[in-house]
């Protein structure tokens, strides 16, 4: 017997160690487990959640795709005015993306006084675990004529109707181009004064005649024309379209025209008037606001007669009548709609652009002393604000329809 020799050892695992080793190994695939379930619980509210803004951004694209305004018979869902509120329920979307169905909620609402729909879109939905989700989107949609956008592929060339001379249309044709991208015009009769123009947007600033002080202003300008007959029948849409009587002289700057009941307390207007040609005087008038939203007013003519006294305007044969040339014709209330009164008998009322009497007056029946602007103010420039002067015991022609591309319709604008 070897006594150096030591005592062979027992090896391996007691039976306590690979309990405990078991019981870890359990606790850790519970883990794993409930990782696994929230994963998963996870990966499914993603998948619905996307499916939910994708059924949102859907529904909303396909409102913005109407093809017509009114509603066309035969073919539902294309039209502006078929734009309203609806639910959809238990909607399943292709391949039942998400292992649910969603609740889909249009609301659709009309900005007042406007062609804008507001349009909100909820999509609703119940997860694994039967909580409520939700996705809300919202947008506005514009009532514009489809046929309109396909202006927006046009590129902008210059052209009678926007530019003259490679300038806005409303810059006075004398104004001369400073080379910096903007106009200088000195208005006939006038000193010390200055009117410069933005020759690509025709924005208007009133200055010194060294154009370092300066206020933004807008510029009013047209043609007053002459028809005074001595004796003869009533005057005709041809005698307005034609007109021909001797032109007389306007009022010396600033007081060629006068801002009469203007809106907006410290506006003014500066107006002067060139020199007369045969039967016609051109004027141009600077509009200074006080009010960053823009003037209103009526623009009255003020007339020298043939001895260079101011005219007067009245219903005699021997005094004077002025009429604005205008689009605006006569209109009558509509009885069927009971809260509005539509009537405009004597066609004072239109945009401002087609020469109203008074503008930002597009709402008859409805102005007052205390509130004499009920539609749009002015704020930007307006041309073509024509007038034809006649004997005050005429009356103002109208339009000569054998004529159709030419407007000869007169409204009477003084007295």
């Known amino acids: 017997m070897n006594l150096h020799n030591p005592l062979p050892r027992n090896r391996g695992v007691s039976l306590v160690e690979a309990l405990v080793a078991l019981a870890i190994m359990a606790f850790g695939m519970l883990s794993l487990i409930g990782v696994q379930a929230t994963m998963r619980l996870n990966s499914d509210l993603a998948k619905q959640r996307s499916e939910a803004t994708r059924i949102a951004t859907e529904e909303i694209e396909l409102l913005r795709s109407f093809t017509s305004m009114a509603v066309v018979g035969g073919q539902p869902g294309i039209s502006y005015d078929e734009i309203a509120s609806r639910t959809v329920e238990a909607y399943q979307p292709p391949g039942a993306i998400g292992n649910t169905s969603y609740r889909v909620e249009r609301t659709v609402s009309l900005v007042g006084g406007t062609q804008q729909k507001v349009v909100m879109v909820?999509?609703?939905?119940?997860?694994?675990?039967?909580?409520?989700?939700?996705?809300?989107?919202?947008?506005?949609?514009?009532?514009?004529?489809?046929?309109?956008?396909?202006?927006?592929?046009?590129?902008?060339?210059?052209?009678?109707?926007?530019?003259?001379?490679?300038?806005?249309?409303?810059?006075?044709?004398?104004?001369?181009?400073?080379?910096?991208?903007?106009?200088?015009?000195?208005?006939?009769?006038?000193?010390?004064?200055?009117?410069?123009?933005?020759?690509?947007?025709?924005?208007?600033?009133?200055?010194?005649s060294a154009g370092n002080t300066c206020i933004a202003g807008t510029l009013v300008s047209g043609t007053v024309q002459f028809h005074r007959p001595a004796t003869g029948d009533a005057l005709t849409g041809a005698n307005s379209e034609s007109p021909q009587g001797l032109a007389l002289s306007l009022?010396?700057?600033?007081?060629?025209?006068?801002?009469?009941?203007?809106?907006?307390?410290?506006?003014?207007?500066?107006?002067?008037?060139?020199?007369?040609?045969?039967?016609?005087?051109?004027?141009?008038?600077?509009?200074?606001?006080?009010?960053?939203?823009?003037?209103?007013?009526?623009?009255?003519?003020?007339?020298?007669?043939?001895?260079?006294?101011?005219?007067?305007?009245?219903?005699?044969?021997?005094?004077?009548?002025?009429?604005?040339?205008?689009?605006?014709?006569?209109?009558?209330?509509?009885?069927?709609?009971?809260?509005?009164?539509?009537?405009?008998?004597?066609?004072?009322?239109?945009?401002?652009?087609?020469?109203?009497?008074?503008?930002?007056?597009?709402?008859?029946?409805?102005?007052?002393?205390?509130?004499?602007?009920?539609?749009?103010?002015?704020?930007?420039?307006?041309?073509?604000?024509?007038?034809?002067?006649?004997?005050?015991?005429?009356?103002?022609?109208?339009?000569?329809?054998?004529?159709p591309l030419i407007n000869g319709n007169t409204r009477q604008h003084q007295p």
């Open 122 to 208: 909820r999509v609703l939905w119940d997860d694994r675990t039967g909580t409520r989700q939700t996705v809300t989107m919202d947008s506005v949609i514009s009532g514009t004529d489809p046929v309109l956008s396909g202006l927006l592929s046009v590129p902008a060339r210059p052209s009678a109707t926007n530019q003259r001379n490679g300038r806005h249309n409303s810059i006075p044709p004398d104004a001369v181009d400073q080379g910096d991208g903007s106009s200088r015009f000195t208005p006939p009769g006038s000193s010390g004064i200055a009117w410069y123009f933005n020759n690509l947007t025709g924005l208007m600033q009133v200055c010194n």
């Open 251 to 403: 009022d010396a700057g600033p007081y060629a025209l006068t801002l009469a009941s203007p809106v907006g307390s410290g506006t003014a207007a500066s107006c002067f008037a060139a020199t007369p040609s045969a039967s016609a005087v051109n004027y141009f008038c600077a509009v200074v606001p006080s009010q960053s939203s823009g003037w209103g007013g009526q623009l009255d003519l003020r007339l020298l007669d043939g001895a260079g006294n101011l005219a007067t305007f009245g219903g005699g044969g021997s005094e004077f009548k002025s009429c604005r040339y205008t689009t605006d014709l006569p209109s009558v209330d509509d009885a069927a709609t009971v809260t509005i009164n539509e009537a405009d008998p004597n066609a004072d009322f239109t945009l401002n652009a087609d020469h109203p009497k008074t503008y930002c007056m597009e709402n008859p029946g409805t102005a007052t002393v205390a509130v004499p602007c009920t539609g749009k103010r002015v704020t930007g420039n307006l041309i073509n604000q024509n007038f034809l002067v006649i004997r005050g015991d005429k009356s103002c022609p109208g339009d000569d329809s054998s004529t």
